[in-house]
């Protein structure tokens, strides 16, 4: 098992950047993809964005390809997403994931293990 620790939510600017990280503690880190997933209030969660093993396949959801950018560091066990030019729309809070599956799943189903959340709120 892994367990999965968000931090670097916050209260940002539209247009503004923030950056979150999610620390992995249990089993070796390089044996899931992982990925990112928000949920806004009343609505469904979604994929934002998944990395592969070794970094090298990297996917992201339309609506934040261009403006956020997911990357990890082995070596520290923790994943990172970098989100610049931050929209109200972009308001949700943000889930790291972590899939021993084959590849880099975008579908959450293929996540078994998942961090609390961190809120992110872009005022317009």
């Known amino acids: 098992q892994v367990q999965l620790v968000e931090s670097g939510g916050g209260l940002v600017q539209a247009g503004g950047s923030l950056r979150l990280s999610c620390a992995a503690s249990?089993?070796?880190?390089?044996?899931?993809?992982m990925a990112w997933f928000r949920q806004a209030p009343g609505k469904e969660r979604e994929f934002v964005t998944a990395?592969?093993?070794?970094?090298?396949?990297?996917y992201y959801a339309d609506s934040v390809k261009g403006r956020f950018t997911i990357s990890r560091d082995n070596a520290k066990s923790t994943v990172y997403l970098q989100m610049n030019s931050l929209k109200p729309e972009d308001t949700a809070v943000y889930y790291c994931?972590?899939?021993?599956?084959?590849?880099?799943?975008?579908?959450?189903?293929?996540?078994?293990?998942w961090g609390q959340g961190t809120q992110v709120t872009v005022s317009s």
């Open positions: 994931a972590a899939s021993a599956r084959i590849g880099t799943p975008t579908d959450g189903n293929e996540y078994s293990y």
């Open positions: 990395t592969s093993r070794y970094g090298r396949n990297t």
């Open positions: 249990g089993r070796p880190f390089i044996t899931y993809a």
